[in-house]
């Protein structure tokens, strides 16, 4: 494997009784790539960011990714919460926000249960617990400010426009120091202006924090603008890869999507 890969996967296959959820899926991620998986409706997508994060354990083939200090680690047959301090954070397609705690609140509990006191003792704050608040008061504080929501830190996150929650889950997903951050359509309900937002922080994480980026996304001015490379999955299968400028002019891609415009238009 070569050594700027942060992720590598190799014919992954996944199954759910008869339902071929990934069907001998080979792909890589280079580290500092924002890297793109797009694909009509039901390709595999979310399948494919569920066993990149030890969610789905894929019956067959490997995932290996390339952990702090660069060690390689094979993921298939770890359990999430591993591959979450291994440095693989992620976003969902549905926002799992605590919805009645604060923006700061929800971003805190991100930086303390990754250092070991878990959601539960994050929130209890018993005296065990106590130690390292200052640091991740800190953190948090720092995390806000970079994702622009130092003003709104003190609002319950269902008050927040779905743009600010968007840029909140993005700064939770950051408090666990990742390598890598798994964005699941992190556009989905936003409006145009937050859209652009929304695009200039993902580069930002990249540029400024050295993240890489991983990202589903459906909105295509969004993803073409902001993805070096591209991977088309179609009925679990890969389709095509390459640059953005290479996969506009990708004739199964173009058939891909006409097959399925329905559900694009509807943004669904
Ligand atoms: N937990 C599951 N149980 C059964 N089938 C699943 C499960 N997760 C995904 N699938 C199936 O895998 C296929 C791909 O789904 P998904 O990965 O959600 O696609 P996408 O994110 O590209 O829309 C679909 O046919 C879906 O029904
Ligand atoms: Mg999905």
């Given at each position: 494997?070569?050594?700027?890969?942060?992720?590598?996967?190799?014919?992954?296959?996944?199954?759910?009784?008869?339902?071929?959820?990934?069907?001998?899926?080979?792909?890589?991620?280079?580290?500092?790539?924002?890297?793109?998986?797009?694909g009509?409706?039901?390709a595999?997508?979310?399948?494919?960011?569920?066993?990149?994060?030890?969610?789905?354990?894929?019956?067959?083939?490997?995932?290996?990714?390339?952990?702090?200090?660069?060690?390689?680690?094979?993921?298939?047959?770890?359990?999430?919460?591993?591959?979450?301090?291994?440095?693989?954070?992620?976003?969902?397609?549905?926002?799992?926000?605590?919805?009645?705690?604060?923006?700061?609140?929800?971003?805190?509990?991100?930086?303390?249960?990754?250092?070991?006191?878990?959601?539960?003792?994050?929130?209890?704050?018993?005296?065990?617990?106590?130690?390292?608040?200052?640091?991740?008061?800190?953190?948090?504080?720092?995390?806000?400010?970079?994702?622009?929501?130092?003003?709104?830190?003190?609002?319950?996150?269902?008050?927040?426009?779905?743009?600010?929650?968007?840029?909140?889950?993005?700064?939770?997903?950051?408090?666990?120091?990742?390598?890598?951050?798994?964005?699941?359509?992190?556009?989905?309900?936003?409006?145009?202006?937050?859209?652009?937002?929304?695009?200039?922080?993902?580069?930002?994480?990249?540029?400024?924090?050295?993240?890489?980026?991983?990202?589903?996304?459906?909105?295509?001015?969004?993803?073409?603008?902001?993805?070096?490379?591209?991977y088309v999955l179609n009925f679990g299968s890969v389709i095509a890869q390459?640059?953005?400028?290479?996969i506009?002019?990708n004739d199964a891609v173009?058939e891909a999507?006409?097959?399925?415009?329905?559900?694009?238009?509807?943004?669904?």
């Amino acid at each position: 494997m070569s050594s700027d890969r942060i992720f590598d996967v190799e014919s992954v296959t996944l199954r759910f009784g008869g339902v071929v959820s990934l069907n001998d899926v080979s792909l890589h991620q280079n580290r500092g790539e924002i890297l793109a998986v797009i694909g009509p409706n039901g390709a595999g997508k979310t399948s494919l960011f569920n066993s990149l994060t030890g969610v789905y354990q894929p019956q067959e083939g490997s995932i290996t990714f390339l952990g702090r200090d660069s060690k390689p680690i094979s993921i298939i047959g770890k359990k999430a919460h591993r591959v979450s301090s291994a440095g693989v954070a992620r976003t969902f397609q549905a926002s799992r926000m605590f919805s009645a705690l604060t923006a700061f609140e929800n971003v805190k509990i991100g930086a303390e249960s990754h250092k070991g006191i878990g959601v539960l003792g994050a929130m209890l704050k018993g005296p065990a617990t106590r130690r390292g608040e200052k640091t991740s008061d800190l953190k948090t504080a720092q995390l806000l400010d970079f994702v622009g929501l130092t003003d709104k830190a003190n609002i319950v996150s269902a008050s927040l426009s779905y743009g600010d929650r968007r840029r909140l889950e993005i700064a939770r997903g950051l408090a666990t120091d990742p390598q890598v951050l798994l964005l699941d359509e992190p556009a989905a309900g936003t409006n145009p202006s937050e859209k652009v937002q929304l695009t200039e922080l993902i580069r930002k994480v990249r540029d400024v924090m050295g993240v890489s980026i991983l990202l589903i996304e459906h909105d295509m001015k969004l993803v073409m603008s902001l993805a070096e490379r591209l991977y088309v999955l179609n009925f679990g299968s890969v389709i095509a890869q390459g640059t953005p400028a290479e996969i506009r002019a990708n004739d199964a891609v173009i058939e891909a999507y006409l097959g399925s415009s329905a559900d694009q238009t509807k943004g669904a």
